[in-house]
């Protein structure tokens, strides 16, 4: 199993909006998310998280083309230079 994760660090002029529109948009879709604010954040700005677990590759390519690249193209459309998105995924291991 893969924890897909979707990073999104938003400068303070364009949190509010972004964030209104993040929301919504998530609702919206059939994904089963968790969303998250980082507490320490290393950069300037506020940064958010979008976890789902994925089982396989159809679902991974479905999650990216529905989701992260819809909230990609809005970022730049919308809120270019001022926000920016970053995915990586995980694999769950057995606990030591």
Known sequence: MILYNISI??????????MLWV?????????????????????????????TTITNDADMIAFQEGVTQVIQ?????????????FDSKMEYLSNL
């Open 23 to 51: 929301k919504t948009f998530l609702k919206e879709t059939n994904y089963e998310t968790t969303f998250l604010k980082m507490l320490e954040n290393p950069h300037e700005g506020t940064t958010y998280c979008i976890q």
């Open 9 to 18: 660090i938003v400068e303070d002029s364009s949190h509010d909006e972004l």
């Open 73 to 85: 193209s809005h970022i730049g459309s919308h809120h270019n230079g001022k926000a920016f998105i």
